[in-house]
């Protein structure tokens, strides 16, 4: 089975040509010299406006082509597997128009969306220099305008915001009452091409260790008279709003991290397959196979939960505040795991440029290191689950949540709903419907598992991740009632949620979706029987501090399965998708990697 997705993102990096012709705009050599010169990717991003990705940022009730959240997802990570600060700098753009996605107007949104179409850079305005993530501390505030009761003059100052100077139009969190509150603040859809040019000014670009060439920088408003039909949504309701919204975005978020594992992957095996140490390939000593199979096992177990995930948007709208903040958490720290294992395979070269793969390896690493940071950190997403757990805790023992929408959200063949944003929710009022679909998960493998026993060892590990789900569940019992001061080991806990809910992930799209790709050419054997489940359910057991649920010959098998893809030229991935480069370099070609001492 096709899935369209995939074939979309394809026909997209198919459009953008290999990545290491240096003739290509969008090549490796050209995003290394953009970092050098900490440049904004200008021109590759006139690439992506050539083809029409900006239609895909924008719903189709607002002009544009976006109907699936799972192409969103596809096409950003295809930017991101060649070049991060591109996707940030470019995909900016869809976060700065959520918030009218979310709650604007249809006119709002109609003129939103032909501006973004016609390659208009937009921007989201959140955090302060002095406050962060503490988005009720805001001191961007309004002041009603003595001459014209229609306007409000604008006052303060956002800062660290991506596109916020290239940005013409920006999505800005504003104090609307002077004490604040959750009522207090608002969202403006601010137009600077309107503003006076004596009322705002941009503040310098920001270095950074990571997505250098970035516009991350910030803007000062002083008495910018701002229309009062910017409102985007009702007076007072900004924070409920940019909320919703980030759940949308840490979601999409994904795609980076997708993106990242891609291309660190890659680059790992390459090295490994060129690489010769006392007389052997690197590929085929132990220590380097291991650190292979574990990085090609999180990479497939990452992009199962982002599947679920993206189409969780449509199909579990309502529980978005528990799928976005796991994905915003796991997504982003597992693949800095990755590319830190890898690290440790590539040694000296993850650190060098211009000498393995003209140093890809530590842009990489050093460009995703921020994805963690935006929209939510680490411990905002944690602690967002923290306060839901009594809701979970409820809805596990229960039995409740939406267990429907969750079979659609895993069912890659199941047609998704349009996405209703009034669905969205703040809290999950009843529970996960992923997590009280785990059992029947477990169930329907075991029962394979009878016919097919192939399958024994991934049952074992389904029903040993079901026995620790249901014990964490009851450590999260303990913390039901924390809202302010979340000690250190509730978090603790709320770590280990993630992991008990990506596991979830990945049993009910297998069992939901393994009928589908069985039989594929290229990918049949990774769902026939069930070795990318297997590996994945290990990662995750593992990591639950639960002793190891795959041996060698699983291992081995999945390694196996990343190499074949490389070599035809394919995506390593759950669904078949092939690249736009060349084959890798034969092993005689690579004779430069090679010592023997």
């Not at 390459?270 to 140490?277: H, I, K, P, T, V």
């Not at 994805?371 to 997403?381: E, I, K």
């Not at 419907?433 to 785990?438: F, N, V």
Request: glycine letters at 10%.
């Amino acid at each position: 089975m096709e899935h369209p997705p995939y074939r979309l993102a394809e026909e997209f990096d198919r459009f953008l040509g290999d990545p290491d012709d240096p003739g290509e705009v969008f090549s490796y050599a050209r995003c290394a010299e953009l970092d050098d010169k900490e440049e904004f990717p200008a021109d590759i991003c006139r690439r992506f406006e050539e083809w029409g990705l900006p239609e895909h940022y924008v719903p189709v009730e607002h002009g544009g082509r976006l109907h699936d959240y799972e192409h969103v997802l596809q096409l950003v990570r295809a930017v991101a597997r060649r070049d991060l600060t591109c996707a940030v700098g470019h995909g900016k753009t869809y976060l700065g128009g959520v918030c009218v996605w979310v709650a604007g107007s249809a006119e709002q949104g109609a003129r939103l969306g032909a501006d973004i179409m016609a390659g208009v850079p937009v921007s989201l305005g959140l955090t302060e220099r002095a406050h962060g993530s503490d988005l009720l501390a805001g001191d961007v505030h309004v002041d009603v305008d003595p001459s014209d009761a229609d306007h409000w003059l604008v006052s303060g100052e956002k800062w660290l915001i991506n596109n916020a100077t290239r940005g013409s139009v920006l999505s800005l969190l504003t104090r609307t009452r002077p004490d604040g509150g959750p009522r207090g603040f608002s969202v403006l859809l601010v137009d600077k091409r309107e503003l006076d040019e004596d009322t705002y000014r941009h503040l310098p670009k920001v270095r950074t260790h990571g997505i250098r060439g970035a516009d991350i920088s910030g803007i000062a408003f002083d008495g910018a008279r701002v229309p009062r039909g910017a409102l985007v949504g009702a007076e007072g309701a900004g924070l409920e709003i940019v909320l919703k919204a980030l759940q949308l975005t840490r979601t999409m978020c994904a795609a980076l991290s997708l993106g990242a594992g891609d291309h660190g992957l890659r680059l790992g095996l390459d090295f490994a397959e060129q690489r010769e140490l006392y007389g052997r390939r690197l590929v085929d000593l132990p220590q380097a196979r291991q650190v292979l199979t574990g990085a090609a096992a999180d990479v497939l177990l990452h992009e199962a939960v982002a599947l679920v995930a993206a189409r969780a948007v449509q199909a579990q709208t309502s529980e978005l505040g528990v799928v976005s903040a796991v994905t915003k958490y796991l997504l982003p720290t597992g693949t800095d795991e990755v590319l830190a294992d890898l690290t440790g395979l590539l040694g000296a070269r993850a650190f060098l440029k211009g000498v393995h793969a003209d140093g890809r390896f530590q842009k990489l690493q050093r460009d995703h290191r921020i994805v963690g940071l935006f929209d939510g950190n680490t411990l905002v997403n944690l602690n967002s689950l923290v306060n839901q757990f009594r809701s979970l805790v409820r809805g596990f023992r229960r039995g409740t949540g939406d267990t429907a929408g969750a079979g659609t959200a895993c069912d890659l063949a199941a047609p998704l709903p349009p996405l209703d944003p009034s669905k969205l929710s703040l809290v999950a009022r009843h529970g996960s419907g992923l997590m009280a679909g785990l059992a029947a998960s477990v169930e329907d493998v075991t029962r394979r598992a009878e016919r097919n026993p192939a399958l024994g060892p991934v049952a074992e590990a389904a029903r040993r991740l079901l026995a620790v789900t249901t014990a964490v569940h009851t450590e999260m019992e303990e913390y039901q009632g924390v809202l302010t001061e979340v000690p250190p080991a509730a978090f603790e806990v709320a770590r280990r949620y993630t992991l008990c809910w990506a596991g979830a992930a990945c049993l009910g799209l297998w069992t939901r979706s393994a009928g589908h790709f069985r039989d594929d050419a290229a990918t049949g054997p990774l769902w026939r029987d069930g070795l990318w489940l297997h590996t994945a359910l290990h990662r995750l057991l593992v990591r639950l501090g639960e002793p190891a649920a795959a041996g060698r010959e699983t291992h081995d098998e999945l390694l196996g399965a990343l190499r074949a893809a490389r070599s035809s030229g394919r995506l390593f991935s759950l669904l078949a998708q092939r690249g736009p480069e060349r084959r890798p370099a034969s092993r005689d070609a690579a004779a430069g990697e090679r010592e023997t001492t």
